[in-house]
């Protein structure tokens, strides 16, 4: 199985600033495609989660461009610019590249 | 508007079987491939099947520590999905979500104790 590993971040992080996430994988993500099977949710308190990036750097419809993706094969980063209080919550990266589909064990965001 | 409204969860002895149900609404339920994820009470997030659409001879994935106690099922006339746990273990304890592509339920509390 592939295995995904999320990085931490440097809790809380001050409203207004950037905050990055990042994400390993244990086997490239990168498909003979062109694509990289990675997606990121975020899983606010109290709800289910919600799909925010596909294909490592694309966004989902309706989220913010404050969010972006980018990476390699197997090294992964979410993006958040300018950190606002409804980015509060997990994060978490999945690939959809082979089954069984895997997900990083969350990175948590707290804002100052 | 997608909806996806997951039922059947509730409290259940070790070695005893659930059956689960998702019904969904807002997208051609009949060509999408449907999913169940659950979340451990340690918030880790677990895949455990995927089903495949008619024209795909309803191909089924499962997670390979579940396979032979879980059965993924769906039912195009009514645009559900299931599925059926049997066998239960106090590991399987947990919040179990229905997914479509970017889409999850609200989830259903699984509990499995004596």
């Known amino acids: 199985d592939i295995v995904m590993t999320q990085g931490a971040l440097p809790n809380p992080v001050p409203s207004g600033e950037s905050a990055s996430i990042t994400c390993q994988s244990s086997?490239?993500?990168?498909?003979?495609?062109?694509?990289?099977?990675l997606n990121w949710y975020l899983q606010r308190p109290g709800q289910s989660p919600q799909l925010l990036i596909y294909?490592?750097?694309t966004r989902a419809s309706g989220v913010s461009d404050r969010f972006s993706g980018s990476g390699s094969g197997t090294d992964f980063t979410l993006k958040i610019s300018s950190v606002e209080a409804e980015d509060v919550g997990v994060y978490y990266c999945?690939?959809?590249?082979?089954?069984?589909?895997?997900f990083g064990g969350g990175t948590k965001l707290e804002l100052k | 508007e997608v909806q996806l409204v997951e039922t059947g969860g509730g409290l259940v002895q070790p070695g005893n079987s659930l059956k689960l149900s998702c019904a969904t609404s807002?997208?051609?339920?009949?060509?999408?491939?449907m999913n169940w994820i659950r979340q451990t009470p340690g918030k880790r997030l677990e895949w455990l099947a995927q089903?495949?659409?008619?024209?795909?001879?309803?191909?089924?994935s499962y997670l390979e520590s579940v396979k032979g106690r879980f059965t993924i099922s769906r039912d195009d006339s009514k645009s559900s999905v299931y599925l059926q746990m049997n066998n239960l273990k106090e590991e399987d304890t947990a919040i179990y979500y229905c997914?479509?592509?970017?889409?999850w339920g609200q989830g259903t509390l699984v509990t499995v104790s004596s």
């Open positions: 997914t479509w592509f970017a889409y």
């Open positions: 807002g997208f051609t339920f009949s060509t999408a491939w």
């Open positions: 089903i495949e659409d008619k024209s795909n001879n309803y191909f089924i």
């Open positions: 086997k490239s993500l990168l498909h003979s495609n062109g694509k990289t099977y």
């Open positions: 294909w490592m750097s």
């Open positions: 999945q690939q959809f590249l082979e089954y069984p589909r895997t």
